[in-house]
C-alpha cells in the first residue's frame, strides 16, 4: 500500500519561505514522477511542480517558476518543495502525488496514482 505523508506547511508572512515534505512509503517498484498539487478554495486544482524519477526533468506552473525549487532525496524516498516569496495567492492546500507510468503530460490529475492527504499553506500578513 503506497503512502503520500506530506508536511511543512502553515502560515507564513507574504515574502516569506517554506519548505514542504513528501514522504513516499509501501512502493515495492519504482515510480515515475511526483508532482506538487495546489487547491485553493472556490478554484480548481492546478499543478504547481512536478519531479520525473529516472532522469530527474523537472515541470513548473507559469505563476510559481523562479520561485519554487523541486527536489528529491532518495535515500530518504521523499520530495521536497521549496517554495520562496510567498504571495498570499499562493494560499492553498498542497497535495503531493505519485504517477506510476511514463506520461509527456505532468499537470493531467487522472494520470497519478497515489495521492497523499494535503497540507495547508496559508499566506497571511
Known amino acids: 500500500q503506497v503512502q503520500l505523508v506530506e508536511s511543512g506547511g502553515g502560515l507564513v508572512q507574504p515574502g516569506g519561505s517554506l519548505r514542504l515534505s513528501c514522504a513516499a512509503s509501501?512502493?515495492?517498484?519504482?515510480?515515475?514522477?511526483v508532482a506538487w498539487f495546489r487547491q485553493a478554495p472556490g478554484k480548481r486544482r492546478e499543478g504547481v511542480s512536478c519531479?520525473?524519477?529516472?532522469?530527474?526533468?523537472?515541470f513548473y506552473g507559469d505563476s510559481v517558476k523562479g520561485r519554487f525549487t523541486i527536489s528529491r532525496d532518495d535515500a530518504k524516498n521523499t520530495v521536497y518543495l521549496q517554495m520562496n516569496s510567498l504571495e498570499p495567492e499562493d494560499t492553498a492546500v498542497y497535495y503531493c502525488?505519485?504517477?506510476?507510468?511514463?506520461?509527456?503530460?505532468?499537470?493531467?490529475?487522472?494520470?497519478?496514482?497515489?495521492w497523499g492527504q494535503g497540507t495547508q499553506v496559508t499566506v497571511s500578513s
Open positions: 502525488a505519485m504517477r506510476t507510468y511514463h506520461s509527456d503530460y505532468p499537470w493531467l490529475e487522472y494520470e497519478y496514482d497515489y
Open positions: 509501501g512502493f515495492a517498484s519504482g515510480y515515475y514522477a
Open positions: 519531479i520525473t524519477n529516472s532522469d530527474g526533468r523537472i
